[in-house]
C-alpha cells in the first residue's frame, strides 16, 4: 500500500542476455511481470528484425488452431480448460507442435472433406428414391392437331393417326418448394401442350449436405414426346437446379431400382457411420492438444516479440536489452536471470543505468483499490512520482456522492447489490459473464459497496428513509408545551390550520436532534427552506475544505521533487486567495451559526451582504457586523489575496529568471576559444528530455541534462495557471453547489414518487383483503421505478457529478496527469 499514495521508484535496467539462454531469461520474465521492454529497434522494420521467421511460424500455427477451434465448435463440442501452469515451450519443440497439429488439420480436411462427399451421395440417393417412390397417378394422352392446341387437348393423338410412330419420354427430378411455381410456369409457357407435368411435395424432410438444415423437396414427373421439347425441358430444369434422375417406364424395372437404391443407402450410411466415428475420435485428440497448445505459442510468440526489441552485440554472442523495472523489484529479476542462464553457462547479466527520459508510473493496486485507480487515471496518468489522489479518492468520492444520494433505503439497496457481488467475486461464473454492463457493475463492486454505505450515513443525517423521515430519537421540540403555554384553543385551532413553533418559548426547543435532522421538519411547512439553507451551506463548506486539501497535497510535490521555491511562490499566494476569499466565507457560516441563537435569530445579519460588501469595501447601516472589527479584518483580507495575484503570477519566472542567468555566469568559459561550446552546452535539446514544465526533476538518478530555459514560454505558462487559479476558485466553489442541487432533486424526486404511487396505494380506503390485494401491484410499480429511476439514473447522474467534482474541482490543484503507466512484459493475458 505505500506505492498507493506515490509511484514506485522505476529505474531503466541493460541486460545481457546470452543468445542461448536469451529465449529461457524473457520467458521467465514474462511469468514474473516486472519489468517493461523498451524497442531499441524502432527503426528496424518489423521484417527486418532477428526473430521474425519465428513469429510468422507462431502466427501461421495460430491460424491453424483456429481452423481447428472451429471445428470443434461446428461439432458441438467445447474445448476445456488448460490444467496446471502451461510454460512457454523450448524452441525446439516448436517443430513438434507444427507437425502434430499440421496432421491433426489435414486429417480433418480430409476426414470433412469425405463426409461432405457422402453426405452429398446420400442425398442424392435419398431423392432418387422418392423420385422412384413417389406416385403421380397415371399421365393421360390426348389427340394432337395441327391447329393451335388447348389445355384440354390431348397431347397425343390415337392410335392408327399421322403421329402413330412417335414415343412418350418422361424426365424425373426434385426440385426446391420455392422454385416449383415458377418452373411448372416456364414449361408450359415454354413447351405449350406438348409436356404433362405432374409435381408432388416430399412426405419427409432430407437434411441438406451444406447447411445441415431439414427441408423439404418437391418431386415431379414429365411426360413429352419431340426431342426438342425434350432438349428444352433439360435447360429449364438444369437453370433451376434442379435434381434430374433417369425413370423407367416399367413399374417392375422401378422396383426393382428402388430396392437398389435402398440397399445403396443402407451401404453409405454404414459409411458414413464410421466416417463420424473416425471424426470424433480426431476431434477428441483435437481437445487434449489445443487447449495447451494455444497457451504455449502464444506465449512463445510473445517472448520472439520481445526478442525482436532487442539489439545484437558486435560480437554477436549476446543480446542487449533496456527495460523498466520497478527499484524493489530489481533484485528478484537479476536473481531469476541468474537462474534462467546457469545451464548455458553463462550468466546473463542486469544492471542500473542512467536515463534520460521520464521513467512510467508505477502503482500497485489490489481488487479493492484498483476501481478507485482507474476513476484517477481516466483522468490521466500521474506523472513519475507524482502524488497518487487514489488513497484520498476512497473516501472523497463515494462521500461526495453520497452527500447528493443520501436516502438510507437507496444506500442500503445498492449496498446489499455491491455485498451481493463481492460475496461471489470468486465464482467462476461472475467473472466469465459477458455482458458488458454487469461487468461494469463488477468491477467496481467495492466502489459501489462504499458508495451505498455512506449514502446510508448521510441518509440519516438528512433522516430520510425512501423520502419518509425516521423517529430513531426523541424530537427536539415539544408540540404540548408550545399549546399549553399558547392557550391554543379549539375555535382557534379551527381557524389556524398551521401552527408555529416558537423555540423563544420555554421549553419548546429542548436542544438540538443527537443525530441528523430533527424529524419535526418533515412535517413543516418550511421544510425545503430549511434544508435549502442547510445544504447550500454545507456544500460551500465541503467544497472548500475539498479544494484547500488538493493545494495542500501540491506542497508534497513540491519538497519531493527539490522545488522549494514553489512553495513561497507558488503554494503559499495560492492559500492566502483561497482561504482569504473562500476560507473567509466559511468562517463567517460557522461563526454565525455558533454565536448566534434561537433568541437572537431575528438579529441575526446577512452572510451574503457581509461578502458582498467585503469586496467593494463598503459597508450597510442595516445589516450589523457579526464580530468587532469585521470591516478591518475583511479589507485585509481582501488586500492579502489581490497582493498574492502579482505574486503567483510573476514570481516563478523571475525567479527561475534569476536562477538561470546566475547559472551561466558561473559557467561561462574564461578563455574566448570555448565560447561555441559552452553555448552547446548551455542550451541542449528539450525533446530529449521529455520531462514537461519548468525545472521539473523528477528523473533519474545520474540525470544531468537540463531542459531549455525559453522566458516567454515561463511566462506564458505561469500567466494561464495564475488566471485559471483565480478564476477557477470562483467558479469551482460555485461548482460544488451541486452536492445541494442534486441533493435536493433526489430527495424531492422521491418524495413525488412516494407521493404518486405508494401514498396513492395506501389511502385508497378500500376494505382490508382488497387493500391487500391492490397493495401488489401498487408496491411492485414503486420498487420498478424506485430501481429504474432513483437507483440507476439518479445514482448515475451523482456518480458523474462526483466524477467532475474529482477531476475538474479537486485534482487540477496538484495532479498533471501527463504520464504514461508501466506496462510490464507478462503472460498474464495468454494463460486467461
Not at 519489468?35 to 526473430?51: C, K, T, Y
Not at 412417335?166 to 426446391?176: H, T
Not at 543480446?319 to 542462464?341: G, R, Y
Not at 419548546?508 to 443527537?514: E, H, K, W
Request: net charge negative; charged share 15%; hydrophobic share 45%.
Amino acid at each position: 500500500m505505500g506505492s498507493m499514495f506515490r509511484g514506485e521508484e522505476v529505474a531503466l535496467v541493460q541486460l545481457f542476455l546470452p543468445t542461448a539462454a536469451a529465449y529461457s531469461c524473457v520467458s521467465q520474465l514474462g511469468e514474473l511481470g516486472l519489468v517493461e521492454f523498451r524497442d531499441l529497434n524502432a527503426s528496424v522494420s518489423a521484417f527486418q528484425r532477428r526473430f521474425v521467421v519465428d513469429v510468422r511460424r507462431c502466427e501461421e500455427l495460430e491460424k491453424t488452431f483456429t481452423f481447428l477451434q472451429e471445428e470443434v465448435r461446428r461439432a458441438g463440442l467445447v474445448l476445456p480448460q488448460p490444467e496446471g501452469k502451461l510454460w512457454a515451450p523450448p524452441p525446439r519443440d516448436l517443430l513438434r507442435l507444427q507437425e502434430e497439429t499440421d496432421r491433426l488439420a489435414k486429417e480433418l480436411r480430409d476426414v470433412r472433406g469425405n463426409q461432405q462427399e457422402l453426405q452429398a451421395q446420400l442425398h442424392q440417393l435419398q431423392l432418387h428414391e422418392a423420385v422412384l417412390g413417389q406416385s403421380h397417378g397415371p399421365l393421360q394422352a390426348a389427340d394432337h392437331t395441327d391447329g393451335p392446341s388447348s389445355e384440354r387437348s390431348p397431347l397425343l393423338p390415337p392410335p392408327g393417326g399421322p403421329h402413330q410412330d412417335l414415343r412418350v419420354n418422361f424426365v424425373a427430378g426434385a426440385v426446391e418448394p420455392h422454385k416449383a411455381a415458377a418452373l411448372e410456369r416456364l414449361l408450359w409457357r415454354a413447351c405449350r401442350s406438348f409436356l404433362i407435368a405432374s409435381f408432388q411435395e416430399m412426405e419427409q424432410q432430407l437434411e441438406d449436405p451444406v447447411t445441415g438444415e431439414p427441408t423439404r423437396w418437391m418431386t415431379f414427373l414429365i411426360s413429352y414426346w419431340g426431342e426438342q421439347i425434350g432438349q428444352k425441358i433439360r435447360k429449364i430444369t438444369a437453370c433451376f437446379h434442379c435434381h434430374v434422375f433417369p425413370y423407367l417406364e416399367q413399374e417392375e424395372a422401378r422396383r426393382g431400382a428402388l430396392q437398389q437404391l435402398q440397399q445403396q443407402s443402407q451401404e453409405l450410411q454404414e459409411v458414413l457411420g464410421e466416417t463420424e466415428r473416425f471424426l470424433s475420435q480426431v476431434l477428441g485428440r483435437v481437445q487434449q492438444l489445443l487447449p495447451a497448445a494455444q497457451v504455449q505459442i502464444r506465449k512463445m510468440k510473445a517472448v520472439y516479440l520481445a526478442l525482436n526489441q532487442c539489439s545484437v552485440s558486435s560480437t554477436h554472442k549476446c543480446l542487449i536489452a533496456e527495460a523498466w523495472c520497478a527499484a524493489h523489484d530489481l533484485p528478484t529479476v537479476q536473481q531469476v536471470l541468474q537462474d534462467s542462464s546457469t545451464e548455458e553457462g553463462v550468466s546473463a547479466v542486469a544492471h542500473r543505468i542512467p536515463c534520460q527520459d521520464m521513467p512510467p508510473t508505477l502503482i500497485r493496486t489490489n481488487r479493492f483499490t484498483a476501481s478507485f485507480q482507474d476513476i484517477v487515471d481516466a483522468y490521466g496518468v500521474g506523472r513519475y512520482q507524482e502524488v497518487n489522489p487514489a488513497p484520498y479518492t476512497i473516501i472523497t468520492f463515494p462521500f461526495l456522492f453520497a452527500v447528493m444520494f443520501g436516502d438510507v433505503g437507496h444506500g442500503l439497496l445498492m449496498f446489499l447489490f455491491a455485498l451481493a457481488m463481492v460475496l461471489a467475486e470468486n465464482q467462476p461464473a461472475m467473472k466469465a459473464a459477458q455482458n458488458e454492463i454487469w461487468q461494469t457493475f463488477f468491477g467496481g463492486r467495492y466502489l459501489l459497496l462504499l458508495m451505498g454505505l455512506f449514502s446510508v450515513y448521510t441518509g440519516f443525517i438528512y433522516n430520510e428513509c425512501f423520502s419518509r423521515a425516521t423517529t430513531i430519537f426523541p424530537s427536539g421540540w415539544s408540540v404540548a408545551t408550545m399549546a399549553n403555554q399558547s392557550g391554543w384553543s379549539d375555535a382557534f385551532l379551527a381557524q389556524h390550520p398551521l401552527l408555529t413553533l416558537d423555540p423563544n418559548v420555554s421549553g419548546v426547543f429542548l436542544g438540538p436532534y443527537p443525530f441528523g435532522i430533527d424529524p419535526v421538519w418533515s412535517l413543516a411547512t418550511n421544510h425545503l427552506s430549511f434544508l435549502n439553507s442547510f445544504k447550500m451551506k454545507m456544500s460551500v463548506i465541503l467544497g472548500v475544505t475539498h479544494m484547500v486539501f488538493g493545494v495542500v497535497l501540491g506542497i508534497f510535490n513540491h519538497m519531493h521533487f527539490g522545488q522549494g521555491h514553489r512553495l513561497l511562490l507558488e503554494t503559499l499566494p495560492e492559500l492566502i486567495f483561497l482561504l482569504g476569499l473562500f476560507g473567509y466565507l466559511v468562517f463567517l457560516v460557522i461563526y454565525k451559526w455558533l454565536c448566534y441563537s434561537a433568541a437572537s435569530s431575528a438579529s441575526a445579519p446577512s452572510i451574503l451582504i457581509h461578502f458582498i460588501n467585503m469586496f467593494l469595501f463598503s459597508s450597510s447601516s442595516t445589516n450589523q457586523p457579526l464580530y468587532h472589527g469585521q470591516k478591518v479584518v475583511q479589507y485585509a483580507l481582501v488586500i492579502l489575496a489581490l497582493a498574492a495575484v502579482p505574486v503567483l503570477l510573476l514570481g516563478k519566472p523571475l525567479y527561475l529568471l534569476r536562477q538561470q542567468h546566475s547559472h551561466r555566469l558561473q559557467r561561462r568559459p574564461a578563455g574566448g576559444q570555448d565560447e561555441e561550446k559552452a553555448k552547446l552546452i548551455d542550451t541542449p535539446d528539450a525533446a530529449e528530455s521529455g520531462w514537461g514544465p519548468d525545472e521539473e526533476k523528477a528523473g533519474c538518478s545520474g540525470d544531468e541534462k537540463e531542459v531549455e530555459f525559453v522566458p516567454s514560454e515561463v511566462f506564458m505558462h505561469q500567466a494561464i495557471h495564475t488566471i485559471e487559479f483565480c478564476l477557477g476558485c470562483i467558479s469551482n466553489t460555485a461548482s460544488y453547489l451541486r452536492l445541494w442541487a442534486l441533493s435536493l432533486a433526489h430527495a424531492q424526486l422521491s418524495e413525488v414518487l412516494w407521493a404518486m404511487v405508494m401514498r396513492v396505494g395506501l389511502s385508497a380506503g378500500l376494505k382490508l383483503g382488497v387493500q391487500a390485494v391492490m397493495l401488489v401491484p401498487v408496491f411492485a410499480a414503486f420498487a420498478v421505478l424506485t430501481v429504474a429511476i432513483l437507483l440507476v439514473m439518479e445514482g448515475l447522474s451523482a456518480f458523474l457529478h462526483a466524477l467532475r467534482l474529482h477531476w475538474v474541482e479537486f485534482q487540477n490543484k496538484f495532479y498533471s496527469g501527463t504520464g504514461y503507466k508501466l506496462s510490464p512484459f507478462t503472460f498474464a493475458a495468454q494463460d486467461e
